[in-house]
């Protein structure tokens, strides 16, 4: 059927649907019923067609927390919620999961990929698209393939040999593709081996040949470069839209022969055949099913992946929670609930740590200090401060101007932090943001602007701050995710409304004028005196009964665009922990951050809690964890450092144009265990707030090539409250002939159980995690050991089977 329908197009009609019709959607082609497919960002909720606070989405947690649930099914219920996001906003596909793997801790979009692990990170990629799908919206799992750092990230080009490519950064998309069936594919910027990915050989082979990837293989934003060379290659469509490589250029290409139609006709195909899948082919279908409503599955998301890596016997606090608490750092206030780039949602309302446990324990006396400032850029005005100085209601005006000065366009904004992705009038050469500010203090503070450009900031009307700041990666990258910023000084009165206005030249930015902008402004937070605010926030611990402590990172430090250049936490937040613990022995840190920091004070602390970018709930879930109302039941999905220089891979910056991946299959806690080296907390390690034991490890003598082995544990609640538990089963070789890692992951479970309650847990270890990449899967006879237990380093049972 849809042969006959490629059938009744012409030559342009057909290469004009191979590249997309506006920033975000593809063509519609009235004469086949095709109606527009619109394609939409997260993946941590559904951002739409706009980057707008008026248009808000749920904002869940991000990838490296969903992950550290290592919950399959938990995988699925947050796809299901994305497929409700999407619906309602009328986007057919969601560019994600992110399923590139987390090779070094400082890539930029490690808060965004799930694990270092190639077997966790697929089991969970498919249960996060059978979610999204199974309520008639695609998923497209990206970027295919080795897009595991943003250094150099259009060109770098990745050498990886074959093994290594199939064995861990192909897995992932072989479980999405295979066992997910997703329903298309996102092509990566980098290279692979000589060849950028929208002209790689993989595209077809194993991706559609071997795997049968059905649906189109999507570009990443303005990958695709050349004509015939992706076209040929297995590309099938270019994004965005309308303008690109391809059309008017391809048609020529099929005319002189130098592209067989068939090759059209087959891209043509795969999408008609995702639009039948969505919902966007024929006639109108009513989805047969709905999504589930979104309740509280935000709070529920984020206390389920945080991460209890150490306690004390601190926590869960009594119900009643403690008397008094010193509530410390600048992200217990300025919750950091997500990572920076095009994963960004604009959610509705964010709840922050401080407020979460003030609304949770009114009684407590709570008092709050910010101990350590992460000078960050400006952060934005409060909205009921503002007044639009046209329409008269809380916001911003903002309005897009042509050379001669007059109106392009106009919006009423209600954020002093904005982006046009893709949705700025490209005829602009000025933008214009004015507001009436009441202060809600007196004294000096800074006002700042973050924007690549020239801005000029005027306070009534004169001028505050002259900027002129440069990224080289302005387009689609850190200039436009996380632009350089600047600030400068200027005295307020509370209550006095000033009037201020921002013009930026939108010409002077790097790339030239596109539709893309990013500029936002306010003021930026700066201690006056870091000493005296450090021992401010440790009085108050001093004086309180516990003292929380919120560090991380920030949506600028953890950011596409841009891989970190350190592990350490930013500022002066490892001497705040200190000063706090040296303070208050119950000392509970909180860590937000989407990725590995180093904790050098954690022996110190009496409770260490990684919160990852938790979403939107963030205060509402940490204080559930902290009273025990839930039980943070993450595992770490990543080896957590104790130290920048042990990591065994870190370098993120290609050399000559390349980044060798020369480890091979040695990455992540293979990695740390061929290296004999110790991390602070190891890949799988997480607490929860009960003890367990693990018994009777049953395999069986044998198991044949290319079969499961079935392995089966007991496990019993030890403590005296109910509690989940991840049943890790990891493999290795006593003698092989082969370069394997020292162990690796073979599979997990998750299970729940009561206080003293014991359980039979089945694990099924796939036949791929017997097998080894040597042209062909290939299974080495012999004997594997098998461990089980609750971290890659806490195995307490082994058993043994030949392979045969
Ligand atoms: C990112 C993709 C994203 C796309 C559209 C690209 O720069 O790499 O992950 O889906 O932009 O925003």
Redesign the pocket.
């Known amino acids: 059927m849809l042969d006959a329908l490629v059938a009744e197009l012409d030559l342009e009609q057909k290469v004009r649907l191979l590249t997309g019709g506006t920033f975000w959607g593809t063509h519609a082609e009235p004469a086949v019923g095709l109606r527009s497919m619109l394609m939409s960002?997260g993946p941590s909720g559904v951002r739409g067609e706009h980057w707008d606070e008026r248009d808000p989405s749920l904002n869940l947690p991000s990838a490296s927390a969903m992950a550290a649930t290592w919950d399959v099914a938990f995988a699925e219920r947050y796809g299901a919620v994305l497929a409700a996001q999407a619906r309602a906003k009328g986007v057919h596909a969601v560019?994600?999961p992110?399923i590139n793997l987390h090779r070094s801790p400082l890539g930029g979009r490690h808060f965004e990929c799930f694990s270092e692990d190639p077997l966790l990170s697929g089991a969970l990629a498919v249960g996060f698209v059978r979610g999204v799908q199974r309520y008639g919206v695609a998923a497209v799992p990206?970027?295919f393939v080795a897009?595991e750092s943003e250094t150099d990230?259009y060109t770098a080009d990745v050498r990886a040999d074959e093994r290594t490519l199939r064995e861990v950064y192909l897995a992932p998309f072989e479980m999405a593709v295979r066992d997910g069936g997703a329903w298309a594919v996102?092509s990566a910027?980098n290279s692979v081996n000589g060849a950028t990915m929208s002209e790689n050989d993989l595209l077809r082979d194993p991706l559609s040949a071997e795997w049968g990837l059905a649906g189109p293989v999507v570009s990443?934003?303005?990958a695709v470069h050349s004509t015939e060379a992706s076209a040929l290659a297995g590309q099938d469509l270019v994004?965005?839209g309308p303008d690109g490589p391809w059309g008017a250029a391809l048609v020529e290409a099929v005319r002189a022969g130098r592209v067989p139609e068939a090759v059209i006709d087959e891209k043509v195909r795969r999408i008609l055949w995702l639009a039948a899948k969505v919902g966007a082919l024929g006639e109108e279908i009513v989805a047969p099913t709905t999504p589930p409503p979104d309740d509280g599955f935000a709070r529920e998301a984020a206390a389920a992946g945080m991460v209890l890596v150490r306690n004390q016997g601190e926590l869960p606090w009594p119900s009643a929670g403690p008397r008094s608490i010193a509530v410390i750092g600048q992200a217990a206030e300025v919750a950091r609930t997500q990572g920076g780039?095009?994963?960004r949602v604009v959610p509705l309302a964010v709840v922050p740590p401080l407020h979460g446990l003030r609304e949770a324990l009114p009684e407590a006396e709570i008092r709050y200090e910010g101990g350590a400032v992460i000078t960050d850029g400006p952060l934005p005005l409060p909205p009921h401060a503002l007044t639009n100085p046209v329409t008269g209601e809380p916001g911003v005006r903002a309005r897009f101007l042509d050379t001669d000065g007059n109106e392009v366009s106009a919006e009423d904004r209600i954020s002093t932090d904005l982006l046009w992705?893709g949705g700025g009038p490209a005829e602009a050469t000025t933008l214009e943001l004015s507001t009436r500010y009441r202060p809600e203090t007196t004294g000096r503070t800074h006002i700042g602007v973050a924007s690549v450009g020239r801005s000029t900031v005027f306070v009534d009307d004169a001028v505050a701050l002259e900027a002129d700041l440069t990224d080289p990666d302005a387009i689609?990258?850190a200039g436009l995710f996380a632009p350089p910023s600047t600030s400068a000084p200027v005295h307020l009165t509370a209550d006095r409304p000033v009037l201020l206005r921002v013009v930026h030249d939108l010409t002077s930015r790097a790339g030239g004028r596109t539709s893309s902008v990013s500029l936002s402004f306010g003021l930026e937070v700066r201690a006056d005196d870091e000493d005296a605010e450090i021992a401010r926030a440790a009085e108050a611990a001093r004086t309180a009964e516990v003292a929380v402590v919120v560090v991380g990172t920030t949506a600028r430090v953890e950011s596409?665009g841009v891989d970190r250049t350190s592990l350490a936490l930013p500022g002066r937040q490892d001497e705040l922990v200190r000063a706090v613990a040296a303070a208050n022995p119950r000392t509970v840190v909180v860590v937000n951050a989407g990725a590995p920091v180093l904790m050098p004070w954690r022996d110190e602390v009496a409770a260490i809690l990684l919160a990852w970018f938790p979403g939107q709930d963030f205060g509402h879930a940490l204080a559930d964890v902290l009273l025990g109302v839930a039980e943070p039941g993450g595992r770490l999905p990543t080896t957590w450092p104790a130290a920048e220089a042990d990591v065994p891979v870190l370098s993120t910056r290609p050399v000559d144009g390349a980044l060798d991946y020369a480890e091979g299959v040695h990455v992540g806690h293979r990695g740390w265990l061929r290296a004999g080296r110790e991390p602070a907390y190891p890949f799988g390690h997480g607490l929860g707030y009960t003890t367990w034991r693990f018994d009777d490890l049953v395999v069986p003598e044998s198991v044949d090539a290319g079969a499961a082995l079935p392995v089966t544990v007991r496990v019993t609640n030890t403590g005296a409250r109910p509690g989940r538990q991840v049943v890790q089963v990891y493999l290795s070789r006593p003698e092989t002939e082969i370069d394997r890692p020292v162990r690796w992951l073979a599979g997990f479970a998750v299970v729940g159980a009561e206080a003293g309650e014991t359980i039979e847990v089945n694990v099924e270890v796939g036949a791929r995690a017997l097998a080894h990449w040597d042209g062909a899967w290939r299974y080495e006879p012999g004997a594997f050991l098998v461990h089980a237990g609750a971290s890659s380093a806490d195995l307490p049972l082994t058993g043994k089977v030949e392979a045969k």
């Open positions: 960002d560019l994600g992110t990206k970027h897009n990230r996102m910027y990443d934003w303005t994004m965005p780039g095009s994963a992705f689609l990258g596409e």
